[in-house]
């Protein structure tokens, strides 16, 4: 289990709580701090008396890198990922490697998430339509994949690389994707973690968030873009793009949003959600 943490050592002992507590016990959790200035290395000495807890420091060079170290240690026939500010369901490693055992050609098992806010609180139980299988077009369409509820078979890392680094922001969609071009995912319904939504997150920043995801699709589709039919790649990219056209107009962004829309519509004129999105874009909500 790796944890990457950076300036969380307000959240980081709920966070490892939630990890010890679990009720499989047979696990390791390498915790890996990214250059944190705050009273981490601190808050985290009670929890290497159980040797389960393995604790590294590095200078500041962000998130991926430091998932990346971890990976680089881990020596588990599977691996699960949890930031420091998020919550594991006490059940959540039992569930899913029942799972595995019931379905041995699954390689990614993910699951439901709860919204928390900052105290702690449920802010939202509401997820979105999450898919097992080949997931490549769904996943063009937008990520589906929470990292915090997904638990992996290392050899998928190991065939398919790490993080890339070079991103900034949605290095695991960048994962998700490449790993969907050889690999078969498996959504098992329920929530099994909670995500802490915070105004400092860089996910909070949906203008860059769209800017990565846009560049790793390329990506993707230059690479791998052959083991999706074309008609499910229009599919995948025209929601993406009406996905992206709604976010610019609710923010006023009207060229971006034209822009957006006009994409989708190249990719697949006839369908109805492209002209829904056409309509948001026309007639913006007051």
């Known amino acids: 289990m790796i944890t990457p943490t950076y300036n969380r050592a307000k959240f980081l002992p709920d966070a490892i709580s939630s990890v010890l507590g679990q009720s499989f ?11 944190s200035t705050d009273d981490t290395c601190s808050v985290i000495e009670p ?6 807890v393995r604790y590294l420091h590095q200078e500041n060079r962000g998130q991926s890198h430091a998932r990346n170290i971890a990976l680089g240690l881990a020596e588990g026939e599977f691996i699960a990922f949890l930031d420091s500010d998020d919550l594991w369901s006490p059940w959540k490693l039992e569930k899913q490697l029942a799972v595995f055992d019931t379905e041995p050609e699954a390689d990614i ?7 928390i806010n900052e105290q702690g609180r449920v802010t939202s139980s509401k997820n979105m339509k999450r898919y097992s299988g080949f997931i490549s077009p769904h996943l063009l369409a937008d990520n589906s994949v929470s990292i915090t509820t997904a638990l992996v078979r290392r050899r998928c890392f190991d065939e398919m690389g790490v ?14 994707l490449r790993f969907s071009a050889r690999y078969r995912f498996r959504y098992e319904p ?3 973690a909670s995500y802490r939504v915070m105004p400092d997150q860089i996910s909070s920043d949906k203008h860059r968030r769209f800017a990565a995801n846009e560049l790793i699709i390329k990506r993707f589709l230059e690479q791998f873009g ?6 499910e790649r229009r ?7 009406c996905r992206k056209a709604r976010y610019f107009a609710s923010v006023g962004e009207r060229r971006k949003a034209v822009s957006s829309v006009v994409m989708a519509y190249r990719n697949a004129p ?3 959600v492209v002209w829904r999105a056409l309509y948001r874009v026309l007639v913006p909500r007051k």
């Open 235 to 241: 599919w995948g990219l025209a929601r993406f793009y």
């Open 190 to 192: 329920g929530i099994v």
């Open 163 to 176: 993080f890339d680094t070079s991103i900034g922001v949605a290095d695991d969609y960048d994962l998700w």
């Open 270 to 272: 006839m369908d109805s």
């Open 25 to 35: 016990s047979d696990f390791e959790l390498i915790v890996v701090d990214d250059g």
């Open 109 to 115: 098992v993910h699951g439901d998430e709860a919204i």
């Open 47 to 52: 929890f290497l008396v159980d040797s389960r």
């Open 226 to 231: 052959d083991v999706i039919d074309p008609a």
